[in-house]
């Protein structure tokens, strides 16, 4: 009876010690058994040799193509930068004059920032020029590819617009997450590529 009552200690704390270790980054898991289901969807786990050269096969074309569709992306992009001038030239000029407003308050705060009020506070308009709110790619309208076996070059294969991350508004062009400083750039003449 005097045994069990010190082998209870002895295995509370090797439950312990297993839970700090489980917890902590290891050795590769020795069987596909031990391998956790968190992993993405897109990825599989292959058993046979056979299966890891399917699947790097795969990995291969998916990468060739979404190189082939980054090679294309400044171009797309720059269309679109053409194609939306004017409202965003609408956009700064229309905002201009309280933005020059806000950067006399910036000028005059102790810390040289004032917070904008040309958006929502944290640095995104609520609206977006290129996608026109939809949040979807203007390119391949949010299904991700340009052709069949191609990824889209202006998302390169999200489907979401690259200016709002398909959200539906865009980052201020004013103000530094929802700050605005004179050490900030002014907002640029031309929508952003990047």
Same mark, same amino acid.
Request: glycine residues 8%; proline residues 10%; contains cysteine.
């Given at each position: 009876?005097?045994?069990?009552?010190?082998?209870?200690?002895?295995?509370?704390?090797?439950?312990?010690?297993?839970?700090?270790?489980?917890?902590?980054?290891?050795?590769?898991?020795?069987?596909?058994?031990?391998?956790?289901?968190?992993?993405?969807?897109?990825?599989?786990?292959?058993?046979?040799?056979?299966?890891?050269?399917?699947?790097?096969?795969?990995?291969?074309?998916?990468?060739?193509?979404?190189?082939?569709?980054?090679?294309?992306?400044?171009?797309?992009?720059?269309?679109?930068?053409?194609?939306?001038?004017?409202?965003?030239?609408?956009?700064?000029?229309?905002?201009?004059?309280?933005?020059?407003?806000?950067?006399?308050?910036?000028?005059?705060?102790?810390?040289?920032?004032?917070?904008?009020?040309?958006?929502?506070?944290?640095?995104?308009?609520?609206? %977006?020029?290129? +996608?026109?709110?939809? =949040? /979807? @790619?203007?390119? *391949?309208? $949010?299904? !991700? #590819?340009?052709?069949?076996?191609?990824? %889209?070059?202006? +998302?390169?294969?999200? =489907? /979401? @617009?690259?200016? *709002?991350? $398909?959200? !539906? #508004?865009?980052?201020?062009?004013?103000?530094?997450?929802?700050?605005?400083?004179?050490?900030?750039?002014?907002?640029?003449?031309?929508?952003?590529?990047?």
């Amino acid at each position: 009876m005097n045994r069990r009552l010190h082998l209870i200690p002895i295995l509370i704390l090797g439950w312990l010690a297993y839970l700090l270790a489980a917890g902590r980054p290891g050795p590769a898991p020795a069987s596909r058994a031990d391998i956790s289901t968190d992993q993405p969807q897109s990825v599989s786990n292959p058993a046979t040799p056979t299966e890891y050269a399917v699947e790097l096969s795969r990995l291969s074309v998916e990468q060739r193509k979404h190189e082939q569709a980054a090679a294309k992306t400044k171009p797309f992009r720059e269309d679109l930068q053409l194609a939306t001038i004017v409202p965003w030239s609408k956009v700064i000029s229309n905002n201009w004059p309280a933005f020059q407003a806000l950067r006399r308050q910036a000028a005059a705060a102790p810390d040289g920032t004032t917070p904008c009020t040309l958006c929502d506070g944290k640095g995104y308009m609520g609206f %977006c020029v290129l +996608c026109r709110n939809g =949040g /979807k @790619c203007p390119t *391949c309208a $949010g299904n !991700g #590819k340009a052709r069949e076996d191609e990824y %889209c070059p202006t +998302c390169l294969g999200t =489907g /979401k @617009c690259y200016l *709002c991350f $398909g959200s !539906g #508004k865009m980052p201020c062009p004013f103000c530094d997450d929802g700050m605005i400083t004179l050490k900030s750039p002014l907002p640029p003449k031309m929508m952003p590529v990047n």
